[in-house]
């Protein structure tokens, strides 16, 4: 049951962009996004809901897929602060719990 | 507002031992987790609670026990530790499953 996320890692230099991948095999209600720094707890980004509310942080931007069970996350004009390890949770079945993705480590250069 | 907190930081546990991680979150949210997180294997969820005297089982529940006798707190027993449970553990808050969940700092536990 747990999603997949695609890459597994990716190097960017500062400016450039970056999608990242989160895909199920099974109908999703909700799909979020999460962000730890090396040594930190994860930090919240996003959430997209069935039926297309979003609710996150201004400069990011996500889309979700409900027929493909899908979600992407959208990283635009990279910076440094962007680095780490970007999780995507995913609740199947309906009030179900979260199961998280195993993560796409991003690591941006100056 | 301490937002998620959890003790303690670091544990050192031998095989047989059984310890209690501690959770609190003074934001009134009904909804709590906990995970624990291994290299490569993203947060993998052990027990959830979607409200005080309610608590479900996660993905890998076995050799762990969760009770929520209040609405602030929502301890993690580990019965009798094993080597398997070395990982970085996480408590989580949100005030529902749909909402922004907020992560203590988590503790390291080893065990030998």
């Known amino acids: 049951q747990q999603p997949v996320q695609s890459p597994q890692a990716v190097i960017l230099r500062e400016g450039e962009d970056a999608v990242i991948n989160c895909s199920s095999s099974?109908?999703?209600?909700?799909v979020h996004w999460y962000r730890q720094k090396h040594g930190e707890a994860p930090v919240f980004l996003m959430i997209l809901l069935k039926g297309g509310e979003q609710k996150g942080h201004d400069k990011i931007s996500a889309s979700f897929n409900e027929k493909k069970q899908q979600s992407s996350l959208y990283l635009t004009a990279s910076q440094l602060s962007y680095s780490g390890t970007y999780f995507c949770g995913t609740e199947i079945g309906y009030g179900n719990k979260l199961v998280f993705g195993a993560g796409t480590i991003l690591r941006v250069k100056s | 507002n301490a937002g998620v907190t959890q003790t303690p930081k670091f544990q050192v546990l031998k095989t047989g031992q059984s310890m209690t991680l501690q959770c609190a979150q003074d934001m009134n949210h009904e909804y709590m987790s906990w995970y624990r997180q291994d290299p490569g294997m993203g947060l993998r969820l052990i027990h959830y609670s979607v409200g005080a005297g309610i608590t479900d089982q996660g993905e890998v529940p076995n050799g762990y026990n969760v009770s929520r006798s209040t609405t602030e707190d929502f301890p993690l027993r580990l019965l009798s530790a094993a080597p398997s449970q070395t990982s970085v553990y996480f408590c989580?808050?949100?005030?529902?499953?749909?909402?922004?969940?907020?992560f203590g700092p988590g503790t390291r536990l080893t065990v030998t």
């Open positions: 989580a808050s949100s005030s529902g499953l749909r909402g922004e969940q907020y």
């Open positions: 099974k109908a999703l209600y909700s």
